[in-house]
């Protein structure tokens, strides 16, 4: 009987392995292929012309316990690509600071870049925009709420504006940590 098992258990065992595998890649991103198929897209990044406007900013909450700060995301602004959504997102502190950013998600590989930052009048690119993994823990990361709940649509971007407009509305914080 253990003999007739033993092909039936090193087949689980290898398909375990094989789906451990394929998870821990998308989880933490396959690191050696971060850059590649970005440089066709970062060649063609074109900044927001200005400050995102007060009336098409839709406010967001990336936790309950996101109480320090407030989330913006600039609606009308949402170049959509085949894996990367780009948007602009505007962080304002209890203090009265403000942080306008305008940054990537690639859905595909579940990463983050930030382009540009807007200050002083105008808009500065990013010293560091390398791709990097996008963490799952943090009160206040709206780059994991962003793409699962409204940017990305499972590892494909949301092609759709509308659609990312009304995913965000329809939000239910408690059940996305």
């Not at 090193?10 to 590649?36: H, N, P, T, V, Y």
């Not at 098409?56 to 936790?63: R, V, Y």
């Not at 579940?110 to 500065?124: C, P």
């Amino acid at each position: 009987m253990t003999k007739k098992l033993f092909p039936f258990i090193f087949l689980l065992g290898g398909l375990l392995c094989s789906s451990l595998s394929m998870a821990q890649s998308r989880i933490f991103g396959d690191l050696e292929d971060i850059d590649k198929n970005k440089d066709a897209q970062a060649a063609k990044v074109v900044l927001p012309s200005g400050p995102p406007q007060q009336n098409n900013l839709f406010p967001f909450t990336p936790s309950a316990n996101s109480k320090a700060l407030q989330f913006y995301l600039d609606k009308k602004n949402i170049p959509i690509f085949k894996d990367e959504v780009r948007y602009t997102v505007v962080i304002k502190s209890s203090e009265g600071a403000e942080q306008i950013l305008f940054s990537g998600i690639d859905c595909r590989q579940f990463l983050k870049r930030t382009y540009a930052r807007y200050d002083n009048n105008t808009w500065t690119e990013a010293k560091d925009q390398e791709w990097k993994p996008i963490g799952n823990t943090g009160y206040n990361n709206y780059q994991a709420y962003l793409g699962r709940k409204a940017l990305c649509t499972g590892d494909s971007a949301n092609s759709s504006i509308s659609d990312i407009n009304r995913r965000l509305q329809d939000i239910n914080i408690d059940s996305l940590f």
